[in-house]
């Protein structure tokens, strides 16, 4: 069997990874020509994070992320709601990290060409069709000016090409553009001195006027043991430009909702104007799908089920749909079994994290808390939602999305 794997993201790399510990042979073919880090903060919560270090990344990993401690809950005059400890500090048995995208997908590359050999990451390949001819798979490329390449044959085609999934149009030509949440969102990295624990992901406020997310990303990048630190801005609006990673930002669009927003923990509107830049993307996602796989072909990660990214799960679902479809290619001799295994397996558990993100995401805290007091200050966050309250809301969103602590650690 040779797995023709199409994105070198953080889904195919991850595949790469556990396909060669499963003995099955596989190849990356990315469309960009070079591999750099892009992107900002992302987070690799319990369930995610025991793949990578059973997959003996931790170390890695733990060089270049922040060990995150706690999850902390504010309103927007920066009064406190909740908290609760993170990774191993709340009894998981692996660390959460949080992440700038480029380090893990260097750290995933890094991995998978000492494993499996350099030759094993085809760059400058942007995948425009998948065939199949018999027992094969046959996928068509161009490079980056848009001039064919020779077509590559395999027993099988992921695509984990991410949100532009080529492939995914050629299997649904007719789905239609991705459904704006009615929230646009900015988001940088500031380079800041540590505040609370030096460790903390903090949600401050909802959405209108604007909810705040802040994570340091990486550890004493300057003589002053200042952080990377991430953050986003999301506030309700109509306006939104079409979805890229890249696309930049303007302060102006912005800032004057956070004006007010100086709490003694961080004055906030001095924190954004620091930021090295800013990006703007929209929260947007997809209908789950009926179906992912055609004939040798199967879809993974973003590519397969798009989705808010309000919960630190859409790098996480990739990589949990990369144990279930390696294990599947392992356990079946029959690759068409194989991704109906893995198929029943992550489709309706994915579908039910996008679901979820759009219902009652982890940050729905924050929303009960606004919409109890009406957008007021309290006297005594007790005497607006009890502690069991907010657990429980927290505790929901870790069983749909699958990193609540007994079922995982009941795993193995
Ligand atoms: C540039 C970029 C920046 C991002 N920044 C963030 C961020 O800051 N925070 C966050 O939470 N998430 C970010 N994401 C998304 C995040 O990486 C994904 O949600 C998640 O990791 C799921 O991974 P994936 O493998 O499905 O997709 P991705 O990690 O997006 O990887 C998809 C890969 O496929 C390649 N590709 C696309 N089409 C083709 C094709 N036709 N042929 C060959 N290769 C193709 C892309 O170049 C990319 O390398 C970013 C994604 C990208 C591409």
């Known amino acids: 069997m040779e797995v023709l794997i199409i994105g070198a993201g953080i889904g195919g790399l991850t595949l790469g990874l556990m396909l060669h510990r499963a003995g099955i042979a596989c190849r990356i073919f990315e469309a960009a020509s070079e591999l750099k880090a892009v992107g900002v903060g992302i987070n690799i919560l319990p369930h995610a994070s025991r793949e990578l270090c059973a997959l003996g990344l931790e170390e890695a990993l733990t060089k270049v992320a922040v060990i995150t401690r706690e999850f902390c809950f504010y309103n927007r005059f920066g009064q406190y709601i909740y908290n609760e400890p993170a990774g191993r500090f709340a009894g998981y048995d692996v660390p959460q990290f949080s992440i700038h995208r480029g380090d893990l997908q260097m750290v995933l590359l890094d991995a998978f060409v000492a494993r499996a050999g350099a030759d094993k990451v085809v760059l400058g390949h942007r995948c425009t069709k998948v065939d199949y001819d018999g027992d094969e798979a046959v996928a068509y490329f161009e490079d980056v000016n848009g001039n064919p390449l020779p077509a590559q044959r395999g027993t099988v085609a992921i695509s984990a090409e991410g949100i532009h999934s080529t492939l995914r149009k050629q299997l649904y030509p007719n789905e239609g553009p991705p459904k704006y949440s009615g929230i646009n969102m900015w988001r940088g990295v500031t380079r800041w001195k540590p ?177 109890r007091t009406g957008d007021k200050p309290f006297k005594n966050i007790d005497d607006v939602i009890s502690r069991e309250e907010l657990v429980a809301l927290s505790e929901s969103y870790k069983r749909v999305a699958g990193y609540d602590k007994e079922r995982l650690q009941a795993r193995g």
């Not at 994570?215 to 801005?233: S, T």
């Not at 109509?238 to 930002?249: I, L, M, T």
């Not at 072909?297 to 996480?316: E, I, K, Q, S, V």
């Open 195 to 371: 505040f609370m624990s030096g460790a903390s992901m903090i949600r401050v406020g909802w959405h209108h006027p604007a909810k705040l997310l802040i994570y340091p990303i990486r550890n004493n990048i300057d003589a002053e043991g200042r952080q990377l630190v991430n953050w986003v801005c999301d506030i309700e609006t109509p306006k939104y430009k079409a979805r890229d990673w890249n696309r930049g930002g303007n302060l102006e669009d912005f800032i004057h909702v956070l004006e007010d927003w100086k709490f003694d923990w961080l004055d906030v509107p001095a924190f954004i104007r620091a930021s090295d830049a800013i990006l703007e993307y929209p929260m947007v996602d997809q209908d789950p799908l009926p179906r992912w796989s055609f004939g040798r072909l199967t879809l993974l990660g973003d590519a397969a089920h798009p989705m808010y990214p309000r919960g630190a799960n859409g790098a996480a679902q990739a990589i949990l749909d990369c144990r279930a479809l390696s294990d599947a290619l392992a356990a079946n001799a029959d690759p068409l079994a194989a991704f109906k295994a893995y198929e029943d397996k992550r489709r309706p558990a994915t579908s039910a994290v996008v679901l979820a993100n759009r219902s009652a995401p982890p940050d729905a805290i924050l929303h009960e808390v606004y919409r």
